[in-house]
């Protein structure tokens, strides 16, 4: 039994993992079981005021916990940085490219936009950069699945949404795209684009299972992603960024910290063996907790 959240993203994710897992596992059947998170409940409140950082998980693990399901499929974004001892993120599958997509009115980019542009998302990571890019656009929250972001977007005078392409290209709505924001302007959160499947940590059967559609350049990615959030101390909620990238034998990684009206944003860059992923992760989270990461960070929960 495949646990997942019931929106029309997770359960497409769903779907892809359970196909995949069949293909590989002939004579397998599992059964899809839709669980309703506290992410799910509230789709109007910002994010950062749902408190705790798991409201999309915490149910899906106590549904894991009692053993009516098996294993869980999330979008690996969703995660906090620890997960309960009891769990383990079994397996990352391949990433769809983690970039970050503008929705914009005429067909505008980000330069096209005009200088007071009114833009909606539903996260501070995207709003904090955007304004470093920007520093007059306005700001409107969104929150909710893919179509009906879309819906708001197209009932309201906004000129323009950001979301991630990942949700976008699956769920079919790529011609609404009008620019992929770079990196170097819009850092992807972490594990941004990849899906995770987290089980119960000594279920043996089930690992070796899952193990079979894990894809090794997207787990080296997210341990190093993971890592430097867990270091950095930064839920769900904090405008925090980072994109690991395998080249060879090494792994690259970007990480981002910025106050929230984006006045201050610190962006640094560090390169591991690709064996060591965590290492990545807490190197580059060290060295900008030595500049000015700290001190963003506590204003940032001041605030």
């Known amino acids: 039994k495949l646990g997942t959240r019931g929106s029309k993203l997770a359960l497409w994710q769903a779907y892809w993992v359970k196909e995949r897992l069949v293909n590989r596992n002939p004579g397998l059947s599992i059964e899809l079981v839709k669980i309703t998170t506290t992410g799910d409940r509230d789709q109007t409140s910002p994010l950062d005021q749902l408190g705790d950082t798991g409201v999309f998980i915490k149910e899906i693990e106590r549904s894991l916990r009692k053993g009516e399901i098996d294993f869980a499929v999330h979008s690996a974004k969703d995660l906090p940085s620890e997960i309960h001892e009891d769990f383990d993120l079994m397996a990352f599958t391949e990433r769809e490219d983690p970039r970050d997509v503008l929705l914009a009115q005429n067909g505008w980019t980000l330069k096209e936009l005009p200088p007071k542009a009114c833009l909606a998302t539903g996260s501070l990571r995207r709003k904090a950069q955007l304004l470093a890019y920007g520093p007059e656009f306005q700001f409107k929250n969104l929150r909710g699945n893919i179509d009906t972001r879309l819906r708001k977007y197209q009932e309201s005078d906004w000129d323009g ?49 899952v193990r079979s559609i894990a894809h090794p350049e997207t787990e080296g990615a997210l341990r190093a992603e993971r890592e430097f959030l867990r270091q950095i101390e930064g839920g769900c909620h904090v405008p925090v960024g980072a994109l690991g990238q395998v080249v060879g034998n090494q792994i690259i990684l970007t990480g981002m910290v910025a106050s929230l009206d984006g006045r201050k944003i610190l962006r640094e860059k560090v390169v591991a063996h690709v064996e060591e992923p965590e290492k990545a992760g807490e190197i580059l989270a060290q060295k900008m907790l030595q500049q000015s990461a700290r001190e963003i960070l506590k204003g940032y929960k001041r605030n």
Do not use: N
């Not at 009008?178 to 990849?194: D, K, M, R, S, W």
């Open 161 to 209: 949404i950001v979301v991630a392409w990942a949700g976008i290209k699956r769920m079919g709505y790529r011609s609404y795209v009008t620019e992929f924001l770079p990196p170097e302007i819009c850092l992807p959160a972490v594990g941004q684009g990849a899906i995770a499947i987290e089980g119960r940590r000594h279920d043996r059967e089930v690992r070796q299972l």
